[in-house]
């Protein structure tokens, strides 16, 4: 498998906007609870390795789509705390996949986890709860 090439499985998402419109070609696994991204120049820190909050945002954001996915999209929710612990570096052109599973899906908060690896390589541990949002009134 060539560096650029995505791995079998993986699907491009169509592109986000805001913020997630900048942050480069997401690819999902959903029967996997998988996010991916390959890591681009414009994730780097001024040491060459991803900034920390590229791996963050990678993390949240996978642990809420899945959640969306998994809940068939019934009521949104927002990220309430979430834990980091960061294992180790990637590269420019490394392929991450943040892999996410469930602890609880309640009907006021959901509780996930997300380990964001390149290859074999942990770099990332995430636990995240959200809220579950409401009716606007």
């Known amino acids: 498998m060539g560096a650029e090439a995505v791995p079998e499985g ?10 997630m419109g900048h942050f480069g070609q997401l690819y999902a696994d959903v029967p996997r609870r998988t996010l991916a991204v ?26 809420g789509m899945m ?9 949104n929710a927002v990220t309430v705390n979430l834990s980091l612990d960061y294992l180790d570096a990637a590269r420019v052109g490394d392929w991450l996949e943040a892999r996410v599973e469930f602890d609880k899906l ?20 995430a636990t995240a709860i959200f809220a579950v949002l409401g009716p606007r009134t």
Do not use: W
């Open 10 to 19: 993986f699907v491009a998402m169509s592109k986000l906007d805001g913020y």
């Open 38 to 63: 390959r890591v681009g120049e414009h994730h780097l820190n001024n040491l060459g390795i991803p900034h920390g909050g590229m791996l963050a945002t990678l993390a949240d954001t996978a642990i």
């Open 67 to 75: 959640m969306q996915i998994e809940t068939e999209r019934k009521h």
């Open 106 to 125: 309640g009907s006021r908060l959901r509780y996930g986890t997300c380990r964001v690896m390149s290859g074999e390589r942990c770099l990332l541990r």
